[in-house]
Each structure stands twice: as C-alpha cells, then as structure tokens.
C-alpha cells in the first residue's frame, strides 16, 4: 500500500472504512462504556477520531495551514489527540453514535471525490496513503481494546480463523508441559554478521517519519530462532517458576508482578492444573505451537535471560530478514527488540509531528506485524514502537545469541 495508485487508495480507504464499522457494529449498548485504562480508548472517542484525522489530514490542510472549518462542529475539540490528554476522553461531550457514524460516512465520501481529483504522483497522495494507514492502525487498536476487555472476536481481516490452524493441543490432554530448561523447539540460525541498511531511502513512495532516512549499520556475528517464541518454550520458563526468580526480570517490573501476585502471562490462568489463555471473550487451551503472545518487553527479556539468550537488537532482525528465506515473521504477532526507539540520522518530522518524535526514548521497536494486522502495514522497513511494559498488544518475541 505505500506505492497504492489512486484506484488502489480508493479500494483500501472504503475496505478499511467498511471494516471499522463493522467492529463497532458487535458492541452491545453497554460495550461503548468502558474503564479508564491507559492503554485504550472510549471506542466512541476512538471512532470519532479516526473521521477526524482523515478529514483533518485529506480535506482541511493545505501547505500547512487550515483551509476550512471540520464539517462536524467542535470536531477539533473533541478528537485531536494532540490537544486532548487521554484522560479527558472519557468526560467529552461527545455526539451520539449515529452522529458520529454520520459524520464518518461524510467524510469518506468527500475523501474518495477529493483523490479522484489527484494527480497519480506520491507527493499528492501523501496524505491519502497516511489516513489509510492511520485507520489500518487503529482497526489493530480496537483489537487490542477487544481482547482487553473480554469482547467477542474480532471479525477476520487476515484471513486466519483460530479454527483453520492444526494444533495438537497436547496442553489441554496431558496439563502442564515439563521439559528440560531450555529446549529449543523452533530452529535457529548463525550469521556471520555483516552491514544491513535500515531505514527508507529518500524517493521511496511513502515512508513513515522515523524510518528516515536509509543508513548502514554493522552487525557482528550472531545467531537468531527463525520463528518467535511459541507457547510450549515459554510454558517451559512458566514452570520453571521463571516469574518467582528475581534475578531473570527488571527489579521495578518485578516488584509489579509481586506485587498483583502475577505469575503468568496477563491473558493466561491456571485451571485445575492446566494453563489457559483468554482469546477475546473466550478461555480456550494454550495453543503450543502458537507464539507466545500478549507479553511485555520485560516477560520477553526474563525468558532470554532465564534461557541464556537475549532479544534480538533491530538491526539483527533486519539482518535474520534479508539474509534468511526461512526467516519467519510478520503473519502472527509482533516482536519485541532490544532497541530503544530513537530518530535515525538525519530524522525530521513530518507534517503529522505528533506521529514519533514525542516518543522517542521511552519506547520500544517492535517489528513485523500480528494476525490482526491489516496486510498493507506489514513492511520489513516498519517501525512499530510501544512502552516495554504494555503486553495487551498482539506482541511476543524471538530469541538471540552472540
């Protein structure tokens, strides 16, 4: 999608428009009322301002100014996060569903007349392709509000159902899974280290503000699993009291753990001597050969240290890709890295600053791309990046070595 022709934006703006509603549309009436968490959105705030920002981006800005008022009164108010701290999105005055379900079509529509009158060239579709992707973003993010609270299933957009994969389920028939600390049940793969280029070259069609621009980086030898973690090596670290062990975590997350008396992953349970995971609103059997998902950068690193391994750095993980057809990513969860997330040389923002310099340094990179994902957002040169300690994103790890 980041070189999408205007027929292409047009598919992709509608699918993706026809998917968010469609999410909306399984929440019960009072589904929309939700706990003040910082990690979610009111899903009406959420809707409200995904109409904002395509609005905002593809009708109202022109050469960096406002060229007209929102077709949604006090829509600037309301729905710019920039301006509006996340705590205040529960007491806004906010319009009624239909109003806002109005408002979105509203804007589709003048979206779609306004791209037709474009010229095919990168620079015109710029912000078409941003709003795009921006929505594709938050179609994950009502996802992750979903699976946090207990709602139903997403609809597919990846075309996987929990159905169509084959498992064992050997978790669900014999209980907890005992193997020796720490059997590797996924391959790796050694590489004798070399330059690999990060970044976006400067002429590429679309490219996200902190992946400018392109550079050489040197990585030394390593060795990488070529798949993520899956559930059966981290059950491994789970019963091997691995969260009872200080010295595998960071002291201040551990200090959390003991302190909510945590000793599995958020969306796991113990049940009668076997681990269950909730997928959405449903408690199912750990799927073993699934990767391990919904755990934090510091769950991820405790394991790596516990196994005698550790995350791999951005760099390395762009390497394991370009040199490696077995390496296996980006269909089902993201992936923790060791790297903080900083500008690369020679950043600049972009018109939507707000996008990455605000979060530089306190975040994570995180690469690759989950089952919920929407494809167009999957790129090797993507820089996804969260807080190390968010685990209820769709995110799990693989391991490294020097």
Not at 161 to 173: G, L, M, V
Not at 184 to 212: C, I, M, T, W, Y
Not at 359 to 367: E, I, L, Q, S
Request: net charge negative; proline share 7%.
């Amino acid at each position: 999608m980041r070189n999408a022709s205007k027929a292409v934006l047009t598919q992709g703006l509608t699918s993706a428009r026809d998917y968010t509603l469609r999410l909306i549309d399984t929440l019960a009436p009072e589904q929309w009322t939700v706990p003040r968490w910082p990690e979610i959105n009111p899903p009406l705030w959420e809707l409200g301002h995904v109409g904002w920002f395509q609005e905002y981006w593809c009708l109202r800005h022109r050469n960096g100014k406002l060229s007209r008022q929102s077709m949604l009164g006090q829509a600037d108010q309301l729905f710019d996060s920039s301006r509006i701290a996340h705590d205040l999105r529960w007491e806004l005055p906010l319009p009624s569903v239909d109003e806002i379900r109005e408002y979105l079509s509203d804007v589709l529509d003048e979206t779609l007349d306004r791209l037709e009158s474009l010229p095919e060239t990168d620079e015109a579709l710029y912000f078409h392709r941003l709003a795009l992707f921006h929505e594709q973003m938050h179609i994950e993010a009502f996802a992750w509000t979903w699976q946090a609270l207990g709602y139903a299933e997403v609809p597919s957009i990846a075309g996987e159902s929990r159905e169509s994969r084959a498992d064992t389920n050997f978790a669900q028939e014999s209980g907890p899974i005992h193997l020796p600390p720490f059997r590797r049940l996924a391959p790796d793969q050694h590489f004798s280290g070399g330059v690999v280029s990060l970044g976006s070259q400067a002429g590429d069609s679309f490219v996200f503000d902190n992946e400018k621009w392109a550079h050489e980086v040197e990585v030394g030898p390593f060795e990488i699993a070529l798949q993520p973690v899956i559930n059966a090596e981290y059950l491994q670290f789970v019963n091997d009291r691995g969260y009872e062990q200080p010295e595998f975590w960071d002291p201040g997350y551990f200090k959390l753990l003991q302190s909510s008396e945590r000793r599995l992953p958020v969306y796991w349970k113990e049940n009668k001597g076997r681990i269950l995971m909730r997928r959405f609103d449903q408690w199912l059997p750990v799927e073993t050969y699934d990767p391990v998902m919904h755990v934090s950068a510091f769950e991820a690193e405790a394991f790596c240290r516990w196994a005698g391994k550790r995350l791999p750095t951005e760099a390395e993980w762009e390497f394991a890709l370009t040199h490696s057809k077995a390496f296996d990513w980006g269909d089902r969860v993201w992936e923790w890295t060791a790297s903080a997330f900083e500008p690369f040389p020679g950043f600049s923002p972009d018109p939507y600053k707000e996008y990455s310099a605000p979060w530089f340094g306190d975040h994570r990179v995180v690469k690759g791309g989950s089952f919920i994902t929407p494809r167009g957002l999957v790129d090797s040169k993507f820089r996804n990046f969260f807080q190390p300690h968010r685990a209820d994103i769709f995110v799990g790890f693989r391991v490294c070595s020097a």
